[in-house]
């Protein structure tokens, strides 16, 4: 069987009230929710062409799974089920076909096809890659998956400055480990103005 990469985009149906909840308390409902349309629709034209991975959408809620959306239908689609931020992206990883498997969401603006290329060339002399985030977290995530899978998700304090720090903390020892360049996700209003004031 070949191996591919794949890379796994974590997609919410950009619906007012269900979508960038927090951003929505600094710059309104209907801006926020613009934000997650546009910048997911920016993020799948850059990455799900390239040849060089397989693009995945990770869908929620799972209502939305079979539905088109603002999403390329040429896509294979995952339901991201249930659990938290770490359940959801440890899935794809134990179900897809063999190969690395690259995780990122649609909230950074800045990520573009090379962080891609080099999360996946990390991949080939390292056993785990982040993306850090400025706040904390982080924008990507990726793991070989050989010689084996193991959990890296749990116990790790989402949406706070400690997510990249609990993740790393639960990398195996012996495990290498890659970093690429830090990007800022867009969550509240400051970061909001930035992203303004870039387009």
Known sequence: MKVRNHLVVMVKTPVPGRVKTRLSRDVGLIAATAFAR????RLLRTL???????????VTPARDFCKQGPWPSRLGRLAQGRGDLGARMFRPMEI???????VVG???????PAHVAAAFRSLGRCDAVFGPAKDGGYWLVGIKRRPRLLNIFRNVRWSSKHALQDTIANVPEGWRM???????????????????RRR
């Open 38 to 41: 546009v910048n997911a629709a």
């Open 48 to 58: 799900a062409r390239d040849r060089r991975w397989t693009c995945w959408l990770a």
């Open 96 to 102: 897809l076909p063999p190969g690395p498997v690259v």
């Open 106 to 112: 649609t909230d950074v603006p800045g990520i573009r």
């Open 178 to 196: 890659g970093l690429l360049e830090t990007l800022e996700d867009v969550d509240e209003g400051a970061a909001y103005a930035r992203w303004r």
